[in-house]
């Protein structure tokens, strides 16, 4: 199994801020990496598809970038609405691995 | 735009059979152009893929679970559906029914149900 790797599982920033989560994976995925954003109770939401492609409708401050073993996820500027569970998904091979997850906290 | 809805017991004793069912509305489920996955989540904690299904029948199951896992399609009723036997406390978790697009590239899953909490528990 391909292994994925996050960091940091969580992280406490100010509204306005740029963040920056990382994902790893342990062997080349390519560009066959997916992010998702959590919210308490919710079900995860595709923001970013095939490594740097914004999903419709998510707002242009999220970005992805990287390909091959590291990637990541940059909100330019957090908005209050920001603040939940960002998830890495691998969908290279099967079974699809998920990252741990980074928490997103305001500060 | 497909829309999906997990249904199911919320309670499921040790030993016995999970079974879930996800309907899907706003598209066919025959059309091919997408794989029907599960996915499930334990209380705070990550996301684990358990498998999916094609409009064939076809399926592709995470080796972790493949052992109790089935997971089935009525074209009939624009459904899909889980069964994990042998269910364990291990097994509780809010399950989730996704799509992926069939692609011959990168794929994802959207959109996702809402999700269902099932507890395994006497």
């Known amino acids: 199994d391909i292994q994925m790797t996050q960091s940091p599982s969580s992280l406490s920033a100010s509204v306005g801020d740029r963040v920056t989560i990382t994902c790893r994976a342990s062997q080349s995925i390519s560009s066959y990496l997916n992010w998702y954003q959590q919210k308490p109770g919710k079900a995860p939401k595709l923001l970013i598809y095939s490594a740097s492609s914004l999903q419709s409708g998510v707002p242009s401050r999220f970005s992805g970038s990287g390909s091959g073993t590291d990637f990541t996820l940059t909100i330019s500027s957090l908005q209050p609405e920001d603040f939940a569970t960002y998830y890495c998904?691998?969908?290279?091979?099967?079974?699809?691995?998920f990252g741990q997850g980074t928490k997103l906290e305001i500060k | 735009q497909v829309q999906l809805q997990e249904s199911g017991p919320g309670l499921v004793k040790p030993s016995q059979t999970l079974s879930l069912t996800c309907t899907v509305s706003g598209g066919s489920i025959s059309s091919g152009s997408y794989y029907w996955s599960w996915i499930r989540q334990p209380a705070g904690k990550g996301l684990e893929w358990i498998g999916h299904?094609?409009?064939?029948?076809?399926?592709n199951y995470n080796p972790s679970l493949k052992s109790r896992v089935t997971i089935s399609i009525d074209t009939s009723k624009n459904q899909f559906s889980l069964k994990l036997s042998a269910a364990t406390a291990a097994d509780t978790a809010v399950y989730y029914c996704a799509t992926e697009p069939r692609t011959f590239g990168p794929n994802w899953f959207d959109p996702w149900g809402q999700g269902t909490l099932v507890t395994v528990s006497s």
């Open positions: 998904q691998q969908s290279y091979s099967t079974p699809y691995i």
């Open positions: 299904i094609y409009s064939s029948g076809s399926t």
